[in-house]
């Protein structure tokens, strides 16, 4: 791997060579004895890494020089990692450092070992918000939007959206709520050639059932008490682009039947009409049910599954999507800090809570506890508290959560595997789960092969 550029910023030339001659093997280092020619080096070598003596001259005592700096160096790299360097007696001072935006501290005399230690977390984190400032930029080109991820799950996702953007097959859009099946629907709708005409979305389960046969397909003037002109649905409203039937699973079955016969046909006809009309839009739908566990039961119409999911694009829980939960949260951050708001940052405690918690309601979820985080937090750095997490007692609950969930997936999984000889769609159907998430599981906890020793 590429060496990474170090600023060491350290008034005593002494100390400033012992910590060159012991980073050099590992970093490309920058020596400075002062606040201009630390500026001017970040300015020609941008490091990403800095190393901070808080008692630069003439400011020693209240560590006046070294707070400046630390607010200029920021000011000019906010993504730089400054690991602060202080005497055994200002630990208050590191602590206020880091509030004020530094990444670590390190007390005096500095072990040379620690401080390596130290460095290369800093560069992971720094590698980490780097690649997410890059998606951020390419989203807007890629036409993925908000939707953003490194993990395979969410690689795997982006790679059929651009696959199948580019034809009109119905596509299916499956996960637990939350998860950003929206965002992966107008991904789809943003990459075709309909991109030009409109994506017309409706919510299957939030309009009441009488109302929702006038919303989808329109009404004439007259057809019913209240019907004072003529309206067109959401269908119509989609001529030439795209049409969302969000939360298709609370269809009622009536319904389920005229969306059957749009799809076959393309033709609608609004309530109190009589002559059919002619639409041309593709149809993306959404649900956070397991459909075919639906149609064993009766309440989903089997032909309307397999008209819908045609392609079936499946998004993982954001437990299930490991680095992203950070790289949201950072993005999440970002997008929110008001524009002339002093920017903050995620505590290690507050990242640690992150990663360790279950996250019920995915994404979404996350989104509201990063608002609320950067409306609560009084200083820089944002603590467990400020998003809403409790005790440390709490955090380990959720991992023991978490693991009884793994292990109940492991058993169930196995067990039905087993039953049916390794026949993964047999096993799907029973459990009441797609494929795809079959797949996952079993890929997850390798059960083929203790399917086979078994």
Known sequence: MDRQKILIIEDDEAIRSQMEWALRTDFLVYPAGGPEAAMRILGEEQPPLVTLDLGLPPGENDMSEGFKLLGRILQHNPLAKVVVITGNSERGSAMRAISHGAHDFLVKPVDPDELRIILKRAVYVHSLESEHMKLQKSAGNQGFEDLLGMSPRMQEVFATVRKVAASD?????????????????????????????????????????????????????????????????????AQGGTLMLDEIGELPLPLQVKVLRFLQDHLVERVGGRDPISIDARVIAAT???????????????????????????????????????????????????????????????????????????????????????????????KPPDLG??????????????????????????????????????????????????HHIIKKHNIVESVRKG
Request: a positive charge.
């Open 169 to 237: 097959v119905p596509v299916l859009i499956t996960g637990e709520s939350g998860t950003g099946k929206e965002l992966v629907a107008r991904a789809v709708h943003t990459q075709s050639l309909r991109r030009s005409r409109p994506i017309i979305p409706i919510n299957c389960g939030a309009i009441p059932d009488n109302l929702l046969e006038s919303e989808l397909f329109g009404h004439e003037k007259g057809a019913f008490t209240g019907a004072h002109m003529q309206r067109p649905g959401r269908i119509e409203l």
């Open 389 to 438: 997490f409790g005790p440390l007692e709490e955090t380990a609950r959720q991992l023991d959560l978490k693991k009884a969930k793994d292990d109940l997936e492991l058993k169930f999984v196995r067990m039905a595997m087993v039953k049916h000889n390794g026949n993964i769609s047999k096993a799907a159907e029973e459990l009441g789960l797609s494929r795809p998430t079959v």
């Open 288 to 382: 956070n049910k397991c459909l075919k566990k639906q149609t064993l039961e009766g309440r989903f119409r089997e032909d309307l599954y397999y008209r819908l999911a045609v392609v079936t694009i499946e998004l993982p829980a954001l437990r299930e999507r490991g680095e992203d939960i950070v790289l949201l949260a950072r993005s999440f951050l970002q997008k929110y800090t008001p524009e002339r708001g002093r920017p903050k940052a995620l505590s290690p405690e507050a990242l640690d809570a992150l990663n360790a918690y279950g996250w019920p309601g995915n994404v979404r979820e996350l989104e509201n506890r990063i608002r609320r985080a950067i409306t609560f937090s009084e200083g820089h750095l944002i």
